[in-house]
């Protein structure tokens, strides 16, 4: 497996795996017709954008496809005033999951946070999500609980957060 910075060029791949992901994991727990909506053209430009202007970190298999990829930076929404630093996304194809990419996905983040003098850290997860017992097991706490809205429906999302994530790993 090869971690690795993503470059623009990566996008496609970036996208392929966010929208196979999203119609994998939140299949009944979100509308299908939002699921349904998600295309990979319109991901792909969405990624190229943020691979532009931000740590976007990806993983491939060994013939150079990309197979997850992760993307965190400074806490967005000032909610949560103890914790600096934001998981933004972390997303594995489902054929690729428990094999300890995720840990690999996670330590570029931790590393570029904590060179930026960010010790702490939320992840935000939907309730009905199986992977987030992930961040649980890496010692992530429950610290808020949020209802949010996707088409009509509406499932809860928890917020959890490290206070120190150099005890991550």
Known sequence: MNIRR?????????????????K?????????????????ESREQKWRAII???????????EGKIVGFSNGGIERTGNYPTYMGELYVIYILNEYQRNG???LLLVPIIKELTKQDIF?????????????????TLGAKEIDKI??????????????????????F
């Open 6 to 22: 993503a470059v623009s060029n990566d996008a496609k791949g970036v996208s392929l795996v966010q929208v196979d992901c999203w």
């Open 24 to 40: 994998t994991t939140y299949k009944n727990i979100v509308p299908d017709a939002y699921l349904n909506k998600m295309t990979y």
């Open 52 to 62: 532009l202007k931000s740590g976007v970190i990806v993983a491939e298999n060994d």
């Open 101 to 103: 990419i995720g840990k």
């Open 120 to 136: 702490s850290m939320i992840v935000l997860v939907l309730e009905a999500n199986r992977s987030r017992q992930f961040y649980e």
């Open 147 to 168: 209802i949010i809205e996707i088409l009509g429906k509406q499932p809860n999302e928890i917020v959890y957060g490290w206070n120190d994530i150099r005890k991550i």
